[in-house]
């Protein structure tokens, strides 16, 4: 079972290669791969050092399957490669998550649309991961109608950059700046790139992958990205408008037995979700489960996940853990 890493030295790579570890991955061979500049470093991977191999030669070395985490463009000129070569393509890029040939997949909420034969599977945006966790198990009871989404999302969603731009603003030091504002004691509405009607690219992945995931292309989404100077993870408002009445404490209960999802909801205690309670796990935490009282089916939820791991890596590998037990790959 060889795997190959492509974007091995970045932080959701270096997050990968950590989770390949944690979760006993059964990896005969680590392929670890970058760009020209980073072929021959060494990473430490089950205590042995690796070294870091050009993308050519990823392929050449036949993995089972190749996670990537290296951009869209790498992966728009890569990921066929090596699926020609019969290799599986795990991709964390934007590349391929709209294309109606390519699965966009969590596993727990819709790994029944992976099949036998696909070759480029496509892991959703960090924020769509932890958002349709919540939402699948709601959805198939009571369908979701409308989304009002806030989200307040980590620095390292954006990288190594914008952590150590935040970082260099809290110790005075004048850097290379990832944003064009300041970070630190600071938040601003504006991830990913602005698009002719207003929203960025980020508001509209939250649209298009909720809907491709969720299968559901009448579910009405509007939302607002917000960059908040934190590193834990991605924190959401979510308001929640059914098509039929929901009773609270089934809501309560379709949530807190979904897999992966956890409700820390204890207000009385100043008990709920936070991206510092987020950092380093893999869970997808809901509180704040309140009715709307200003509309009727109306549902209020916050969501906080790590958006490096279940929102990037660790979902990457699910589906790779997924494929392996359904004979998929």
Excluded at 21 to 41: D, H, M, Y
Excluded at 158 to 181: C, D, L, S, W
Excluded at 192 to 200: K, L, V
Excluded at 294 to 312: F, H, P, Q, T
């Amino acid at each position: 079972m060889k795997v190959a890493v492509v974007g091995a030295t970045g932080l959701v790579g270096k997050t990968m290669i950590q989770v390949l570890e944690e979760r006993n991955f059964p990896v005969s061979q680590l392929i670890p791969a970058a760009s020209e500049k980073s072929v021959g470093k060494e990473i430490q991977f089950r205590g042995e050092t690796v070294k870091v191999v050009s993308v050519s030669d990823a392929v050449k070395a036949k993995p089972v399957f190749a996670i990537f985490s290296a951009g869209a463009s790498t992966s728009k000129e890569w990921a066929p490669v090596f699926a020609d070569n019969g290799i599986v393509v795990i991709d964390n890029s934007s590349a391929w998550r709209m294309d109606n040939k390519v699965p966009l997949i969590v596993p727990e909420v819709n790994g029944h649309a992976i099949k036998k034969g696909d070759r480029i599977i496509a892991n959703p945006n960090c924020s769509t991961i932890q958002l349709v966790m919540a939402l699948a198990p709601l959805h198939r009871k009571y369908k979701v109608k409308r989304l009002v989404i806030a989200t307040y999302q980590s620095v390292t969603g954006t990288g190594v950059k914008a952590v150590q731009q935040m970082e260099n603003e809290r110790r005075g030091i004048k850097g290379e700046m990832a944003y064009a504002h300041q970070i630190d004691l600071n938040c601003f509405p504006h991830g990913g790139s602005f698009q002719s009607d207003g929203y960025t690219t980020e508001e509209q992945k939250l649209l298009d992958e909720t809907r491709k995931i969720l299968e559901d292309q009448s579910i009405m989404v509007t939302a607002t990205v917000v960059r908040i100077p934190v590193v834990g993870g991605h924190s959401e408002a979510v308001n929640i408008e059914f098509e039929n009445e929901y009773d609270i404490e089934d809501v309560k209960t379709l949530l807190g037995q979904f897999p992966g999802v956890v409700i820390y909801d204890d207000p009385s205690q100043a008990k709920y979700p936070m991206p510092i309670l987020s950092h380093n796990r893999d869970e997808v935490f809901v509180g704040r489960i309140r009715r709307d009282h200003s509309k009727e089916k109306c549902l209020n939820l916050w969501i906080v996940s790590d958006n490096i791991r279940k929102g990037a890596a660790t979902n990457a590998l699910q589906i790779a853990e997924y494929m392996i037990e359904k004979k998929l790959y």
